[in-house]
């Protein structure tokens, strides 16, 4: 395999999840109901996934117990059900840059979590530890200064859009400060709900890990809890009608490409790089959605966003590099550790192999000893 494979892989997720907020915004932008969307993305994945687990995992479905049903079904109704409209609605408010950016607070928020569930710890005397708390307080800070300050800003750089006129003029049109603080509000809990919902899939993949079964089961879950929101939320059945259009397009690539692919790929780069090794690219989706919501939406760019967003990178590299300083930390203790008790095994090997050379030499001369006296 070559050593470049990863990065291009990796590039490739980040593209993928930079198209998934630019053509869901210009959805929204259409007209289409954020909730509504939501359940079609859910039932699209359901059908893209169903199919390959019966086919591939018939055997593992069968032998789920009705406690393991109950836990994924509440495990979708966070992650999935929620997560996804919350973020949604937070799109639809604010812009498709905000989620970009916020994005790369959710392992700050992951860790947060950790540490409050005892699956973390943080030494505030050590230098990791330090780190740790000042990436959590500049994510605090880039959430603050994306809501609260607007600043400057920034004309798109291309007047004719790829969605319409009808995608650019509502892109253009600057939201109130107050929408715009729930939209950053809702955002923010959105990836808690994100982060609670990976920390505790973490612990059922201990209990079964499979997991294109879990992944299944918790997309036919979502389905059905999202059909119910947006039945509740949108009552009129004539806005459920999808056209071609560009909404069509973001319910196909958010269910098929961004569930499907990107889920692959993503488990495939974990398995090579590790988890850490994904987190590190969130920066680079952030960038890129900030050139191509402006250039393809029309969106318009606030100071506040790029600040904002440039503080929520910073405090991501900064738990990154704690928590990978902590592991570099742990390995050297392991190898000391290990080291010491490989000189003490050896220590006692070698004493083992002396001792009965000096148990044959005490008795030649005990022997020689008893030979004199009779003489």
Avoid at 21 to 29: C, E, G, H, M, P
Avoid at 198 to 220: D, F, R, S
Avoid at 224 to 246: I, N, P, Y
């Amino acid at each position: 395999m070559d050593a470049k494979t990863p990065y291009i892989i990796a590039a490739i997720v980040v593209a993928i999840y930079m198209g998934m907020y630019v053509i869901s915004k210009a959805a929204f932008n259409r007209g289409m109901n954020s909730f509504v969307f939501v359940f079609y993305r859910q039932a699209a994945a359901s059908l893209l996934l169903l199919p390959i687990a019966l086919l591939l995992e018939r055997k593992n479905v069968r032998s789920m117990s009705r406690g393991l049903l109950l836990k994924l079904f509440f495990l979708a109704l966070i992650g999935s059900t929620l997560g996804l409209n919350l973020c949604n609605a937070s799109v639809t408010l604010t812009s498709a840059t905000v989620a970009s950016a916020t994005g790369n607070s959710t392992p700050v928020i992951t860790f947060c979590l950790a540490l409050l569930l005892r699956m973390e710890s943080v030494k505030l005397r050590s230098l990791p530890g330090i780190a740790k708390i000042t990436g959590v307080a500049l994510c605090l800070a880039g959430a603050l200064v994306i809501a609260c300050y607007t600043g400057a800003s920034l004309s798109p750089v291309n007047h004719h859009r790829a969605f319409g006129a009808h995608a650019a003029s509502h892109g253009s049109k600057a939201p109130s400060r107050g929408i715009w603080i729930i939209g950053t509000f809702l955002m923010f809990l959105s990836n808690v709900t994100w982060s609670l919902w990976m920390v505790l899939q973490a612990v059922i993949l201990k209990e079964y890990p499979n997991k294109m079964v879990i992944t299944t089961a918790q997309c036919l879950f979502s389905t059905v809890q999202s059909f119910v929101v947006a039945a509740v939320a949108e009552r009129d059945w004539s806005k459920w009608k999808l056209q071609l259009d560009v909404g069509l397009i973001a319910v196909a690539y958010t269910g098929f490409v961004v569930t499907g692919v990107s889920y692959y790929l993503q488990a495939w780069c974990v398995q090579i790089k590790g988890p850490v090794f994904l987190a590190f690219w969130n920066p680079l989706c952030f960038v890129l959605t900030l050139f191509c919501s402006s250039f393809f939406l029309g969106e318009i760019v606030h100071l506040g966003s790029i600040v904002g967003g440039i503080l929520l990178v910073c405090g991501l590299y900064s738990v990154l590099w704690g928590k990978s300083m902590e592991s570099r930390i742990a390995e050297i203790n392991d190898i000391t550790v290990g080291d010491v008790q490989d000189g003490k095994q050896h220590k006692n090997e070698r004493q083992q192999e002396v001792a009965p050379d000096m148990k044959e030499q005490d008795e030649k001369a005990s022997i020689n000893a008893n030979s004199a006296s009779l003489v």
